[in-house]
T-cell receptor
Framework: KAGVTQTPRYLIKTRGQQVTLSCSPI?????VSWYQQTPGQGLQFLFE???????NKGNFPGRFSGRQFSNSRSEMNVSTLELGDSALYLC?????????????FGSGTQLSVL | AQSVTQPDIHITVSEGASLELRCNYS??????LFWYVQSPGQGLQLLLK??????LVQGIKGFEAEFKRSQSSFNLRKPSVHWSDAAEYFC???????????FGPGTRLSVLP
């Protein structure tokens, strides 16, 4: 089985722009979560989607949004980019989204905001 | 809400030495606890997890962890470290409502030859 695939791998944007990141989960996985990783704040939960519905959301402003498609692929959008949005964005998937279930992580999208 | 602390930001050990990485959590109910490892430029990989049963859990790559409810701890151990274990290690706790995990700040492990 192919692993979790995130595209693009690297992205450079300027302040005020918007960006869309993509995540393809492992085949058959229905839960997709997004995390932001920065040296200062560590790993922070953004949101989780299960069967096209947002099930959980972290403490991020409304500029951060996401969606999940019927094939479980997910996209994350950040509008009006700020310098502080520079981070590694990690996507993770799991089979049924149970809290005791293992997450499978992608390699991430490294976003740099200039 | 759940929270996780990892008191050690950076640990250096010699190859072949034993290792213990500390993790303390805060959660009102029985927690779901995990240890993940991240190599540079990579995503995270699960080492082991605990949610019930035997409090000593075995994971991949020779790692084990012990859940101690009285100390709210879930420390990771390995009897003999290999150079390839150099990475960042994250402890995480999960809640009952889906997969909104809280991760600790991480402990960076360096291994001396």
């Amino acid at each position: 089985k192919a692993g979790v695939t995130q595209t693009p791998r690297y992205l450079i944007k300027t302040r005020g722009q918007q960006v869309t990141l993509s995540c393809s989960p492992i085949s058959g996985h229905r839960s997709v979560s997004w995390y932001q990783q920065t040296p200062g704040q560590g790993l922070q939960f953004l949101f989780e989607y299960f069967s096209e519905t947002q099930r959980n959301k972290g403490n991020f402003p409304g500029r951060f949004s996401g969606r999940q498609f019927s094939n479980s692929r997910s996209e994350m959008n950040v509008s009006t980019l700020e310098l502080g949005d520079s981070a590694l964005y990690l996507c993770a998937s799991s089979s049924s989204g149970n809290p005791n279930e293992k997450l499978f992580f992608g390699s991430g999208t490294q976003l740099s905001v200039l | 809400a759940q929270s996780v602390t990892q008191p050690d930001i950076h640990i250096t050990v010699s190859e072949g030495a034993s290792l213990e990485l500390r993790c303390n959590y805060s959660y009102g109910a029985t927690p779901y606890l995990f240890w993940y490892v991240q190599s540079p430029g990579q995503g995270l990989q699960l080492l082991l997890k605990y949610f019930s049963g035997d409090t000593l859990v075995q994971g991949i790559k020779g790692f084990e962890a012990e859940f101690k409810r009285s100390q709210s701890s879930f420390n990771l151990r390995k009897p003999s470290v290999h150079w390839s274990d150099a990475a960042e290690y994250f402890c995480a706790v999960g809640a009952d409502n889906g997969q909104n995990f809280v991760f600790g700040p991480g402990t960076r492990l360096s291994v001396l030859p």
